[in-house]
Every structure is written in structure tokens, then in C-alpha cells.
Nanobody
Framework: VQLQASGGGLVQPGGSLRLSCAAS????????MDWYRQAPGKQRELVGY???????NYAESVKGRFFISRDNAKNTMFLQMNSLKPDDTGVYYC??????????????WGQGTQVTVSS
């Protein structure tokens, strides 16, 4: 199983970006899917979560600005980021709870995508 995160880049404060996380491999189903981020010199932190049924939860710092969605048919998760601030700068990672090969279950991480918010 592999996770591919994409969509990062350089954006001005107040701008928007949409990240994607695509899972591939012998996937039976994907349960919870998360976005994390890590700013320079800081620990990785949870940005938000989406259940298989689409229930979401967000860190206080991004509530009302960031929105997570998923397409179960395509094993893909999205992070819509609006009203971006310089404090949102960091590497964004996806993490998924995956059932694969019909028998196994494990968490997998994507490689990360850089988001830089700067004027």
C-alpha cells in the first residue's frame, strides 16, 4: 500500500490550496484518514480526521478554514485549505488506516507535501 500526497505549494496569506492523498495497492477498504502537518522545528500535529462515513474533526487552529473530504471509490482524501496564514506553513502528511489483502490492517503514511504561506 502506498499513499501519495500532492497539491502543496507557495501561496500568499489569505489564499487557498487543495491537497490530495491517493492510496494505491491491494486495498480492501480504508477506515479513518487523517491529515497531519509539521512546521520547521516543531512536532508533527494532527490537522483533522475523516471517518469512512465522512464524519470530520479538526484542530482548533484550522476550524472553519480547512475542510476534509474523501472519495471512497477512488481511495482518495482531500484537504481544502482556505484563508491560509503563515502559521499554516509546513509539510503536510496523510495517514490512513487501511485494510489490505483482505486480512491485514495497518496505518500508512504519505511522503508529505510542502505548503508555504508567505507574501
Amino acid at each position: 500500500v502506498q499513499l501519495q500526497a500532492s497539491g502543496g505549494g507557495l501561496v500568499q496569506p489569505g489564499g487557498s490550496l487543495r491537497l490530495s492523498c491517493a492510496a494505491s495497492g491491494r486495498i480492501s477498504s480504508i477506515n479513518g484518514m487523517d491529515w497531519y502537518r509539521q512546521a520547521p522545528g516543531k512536532q508533527r500535529e494532527l490537522v483533522g480526521y475523516i471517518s469512512r462515513d465522512g464524519v470530520t474533526n479538526y484542530a482548533e487552529s484550522v476550524k472553519g478554514r480547512f475542510f476534509i473530504s474523501r472519495d471512497n471509490a477512488k481511495n482518495t482524501m482531500f484537504l481544502q485549505m482556505n484563508s491560509l496564514k503563515p502559521d499554516d506553513t509546513g509539510v503536510y502528511y496523510c495517514n490512513c488506516d487501511v485494510q489490505y489483502d483482505s486480512l491485514y490492517r495497518s496505518n500508512f503514511w504519505g511522503q508529505g507535501t510542502q505548503v508555504t504561506v508567505s507574501s
